[in-house]
């Protein structure tokens, strides 16, 4: 029987129906959950494989981070007068930044990377950026050379229910190239994290857009110090070379340890520039305004400090003594 223009079997269709529904069924008692993450992934890449030029600009960004975040408003996204960064997510939603560069009467004392919302339900890590944005674009001074990105992962966060990976579930934070990444990562994952689908660290070492984008972009500017925020664990953690700041605000220094394809271990161990990660005490809820100003003005005494520091101390055995503590993976 034809019934407009397609041929039409019925018998046929009912047994590919009836073998599709058993395959189905027995897919998760005959595959494993590395290999069912892999096929999910695979998936959403074949339906993603034209989605890495941007299909937003920038002021619809600003919209959709506007209806997704209560304490940034849209004014606050579209005067900020960001540019495109060439950095471009699964997705097709540009990765945006802020350039805060050297003035004329005076040369920086370092250049600073600021990132926020690797993780898309850390909705504070990518809020509190922007009031720091608000304080630079009043106060840049030329001391330092700022380039700020708010929003690392935007897929994962304006998503309709937000979640800590990128759309091909996929962690950004355990995607980055360290020793032995692919037998290191799978193992952590399958044996500290029980498989844990948040954690997933990716089929191999910068498999994703935004850490592509993200490692390529460390290497162009060169920071001298990595500032990354996320939430919700209340502490600052550090990796690399220098001093860490035993404080900053209300947040204490409470070093978690380095974990396979983190950015804290490819850049503040394999690349040696000193990474500062502020967790924040609540993923959904704002520190007070106090709190924020606080945060920022010991970072800024910090980043002085730092820059004045004529020695670099060599991270090795910050390695050695932290890899020791990764019994679980409680950081960011």
């Known amino acids: 029987m034809i019934k407009n ?3 039409s079997n019925s018998g046929n269709m ?3 129906s009836c073998i599709t529904a058993l395959v189905s069924f027995l897919i998760p008692f005959s595959v494993s959950a590395n290999e069912l993450a892999s096929v999910a992934y695979q998936n959403v890449s074949l339906s993603s494989s034209n989605s890495l030029s941007p299909k937003l600009g920038v002021d619809d960004l600003c919209h959709k981070i506007a209806r997704k975040l209560g304490s940034v408003t849209l004014s606050d996204c579209l005067g900020s007068n960001f540019s495109e960064s060439g950095g471009v997510s699964v997705e097709g939603s540009p990765i945006l930044v802020k350039e805060y560069p050297p003035l004329a009467s005076r040369k920086p004392k370092s250049r600073v990377l600021v990132l ?4 898309g339900d850390e909705y504070s890590s990518v809020s509190i950026v922007f009031k720091w ?11 330092f050379h700022w380039k700020v990105v708010p929003l ?12 800590r990976m990128n759309s ?3 962690d950004l934070n355990r995607n980055f190239p360290t020793p032995n990444w692919e037998d290191k990562s799978n193992y952590y994952w399958v044996t500290k994290t029980r498989k844990n689908p948040r954690r997933y660290p990716g089929p191999e070492p910068l498999s994703e857009p935004e850490s592509q984008w993200l490692a390529n972009y460390i290497d162009e500017f060169k920071p ?3 500032v990354s925020i996320h939430a919700p664990y209340g502490i600052l953690d550090f990796d690399g070379p220098n001093h860490p700041p035993k404080k900053l605000g209300h947040l204490h220094l409470n070093v978690l340890g380095t974990y396979p394809g983190s950015l804290g271990n490819y850049a503040g161990i394999q690349k040696e520039i000193p990474v500062v990660t502020i967790e924040l005490p609540y993923a959904g809820i704002m520190p007070t305004g106090r709190q924020i100003r606080n945060i920022w003005v010991d970072l ?7 820059a004045d520091q004529p020695v670099k101390v060599s991270p090795t055995q910050q390695v050695q003594n932290k890899d020791v503590i990764q019994t679980s993976d409680n950081a960011s």
């Open 224 to 226: 001298d110090v990595i």
């Open 152 to 163: 690392v992962n935007p897929d994962g966060l304006l998503r309709k229910k937000s979640q």
């Open 300 to 306: 800024v005494q910090w980043l002085k400090r730092e």
């Open 168 to 170: 091909r579930g996929v």
């Open 14 to 16: 009912l047994k590919k």
């Open 5 to 7: 223009g397609i041929k």
């Open 116 to 119: 926020g919302g690797i993780h």
């Open 133 to 143: 944005m608000k304080t630079l674009d009043r106060y840049h001074s030329g001391m």
